[in-house]
């Protein structure tokens, strides 16, 4: 497989050198190639030279089967710029309109809910258009008259290509319920577009349960009712917010994974840790390498090797369970890289055993 890796600003290189070394060892054990390529893009390149990535940086990301990214931003340069001028350049450029994050509490993690909930949660996240399409426009800027317009875009098509995605993981994996949030009362357009379309597309689909949660109902439950969900499809935005409840649920953002798909293939598909560039422990090797590593596993998945992305989920959960290391964000002592040596070394060693 051929693979690019953008470490981009801040802890971003060093969460992603460690997830490179696990897929390093689980392709040595599973004997696979995986050929790696960095590019040194991102915020240092904006200050040098006004510009994230290069122009013809698609061109050049194209070749490739996946991309591995760290992390994007830095305090020098405005967040809107950093992520559209790179983050949203790739998910929209390359047509990943499927955003895939996984909610799961791990053993050996602590959550902050009390109670022994049950939290196991696929979020679906709607990753090409909504409230993040970037149109609109500022009118009669630096007057008392200003007006902000942001438009949101959503499409029947965008709409039902990534419902019926969620509908087919479901069936795929073995889960049993679809729920669509979003916000029909309020949001008389888009929102009950997207209610008609899920609805349709759900009477397609007799053999998986679905309902519709309300989004500010949906971040009640999550905290108080996290078992009630199984697979959860919602819109850019709605889906944005929620996980970064589910991050705090499964233990915090060090272990927020992610995958944006292109599930046509026609464009490489992107993985990334959720946790930003934590540029304040930047350089200090205690980032937590853990949401990294679990989005190879997810890249793994996607580029069909099960077996390998099951050996990296299952050393994380042995690491975490087992052996009780954790970096200084879960309350351990290990470094980034005692971290990702030890799951390194641990999903290798899982691989092996199942060959």
Do not use: C
Request: charged residues 20%; without cysteine; aromatic residues 8%.
């Amino acid at each position: 497989m051929k693979i690019a890796v953008l470490g981009g600003d801040g802890v971003g290189p060093e969460v992603v050198a460690e997830a490179v070394g696990v897929l390093r060892a689980v392709a040595g054990a599973g004997a696979f190639e995986a050929e790696i390529t960095e590019f040194p893009w991102g915020s240092r390149r904006y200050l040098e030279h006004g510009e994230m990535m290069p122009p013809d940086a698609l061109d050049q990301l194209q070749v490739f089967d996946a991309i591995l990214l760290g992390a994007v931003g830095s305090p020098l340069v405005p967040d809107h710029v950093s992520l559209r001028k790179m983050l949203l350049r790739i998910r929209f450029g390359f047509d990943q309109y499927v955003n895939v994050r996984p909610v799961r509490l791990l053993p050996g993690v602590t959550s902050p809910l009390a109670g022994n909930h049950r939290v196991d949660v696929v979020f679906v996240r709607e990753n090409s258009e909504g409230e993040y399409a970037g149109l609109g426009d500022r009118l009669f800027p630096d007057t008392p008259r200003e007006i902000a317009l942001q438009t949101s875009v959503f499409s029947r098509r965008g709409v039902e290509r990534v419902v019926r995605w969620a509908f087919d993981h479901a069936r795929d994996t073995g889960r049993h319920r679809v729920t669509s949030v979003s916000k029909g009362n309020a949001l008389n357009y888009s929102a009950v577009l997207w209610d008609e379309v899920f609805a349709e597309v759900a009477a397609a689909y007799p053999d998986i349960e679905s309902d519709s949660v309300l989004v500010d109902a949906a971040a009640m439950y999550l905290i108080t009712q996290p078992e009630r969900f199984d697979v959860v499809v919602a819109s850019n935005l709605f889906a944005d917010i929620l996980t970064e409840i589910g991050a705090a649920l499964q233990g915090g953002l060090g272990l927020a994974a992610s995958a944006n798909l292109n599930p046509e293939r026609v464009f490489p598909s992107m993985f990334e840790p959720v946790h930003g560039s934590a540029p304040d422990i930047a350089g200090k090797g205690i980032a937590n390498p853990l949401g990294a590593i679990w989005s190879t596993s997810l890249l793994l998945a996607h580029l069909g090797y099960p077996r390998a992305a099951d050996a990296v989920l299952g050393a994380i959960e042995y690491v975490l369970g087992d052996m009780r290391l954790g970096t200084p964000d879960m309350g351990g002592t290990s470094t980034t890289t005692e971290l990702g040596t030890a799951v390194a070394d641990k999903a290798a060693e899982l691989l092996s055993a199942s060959s």
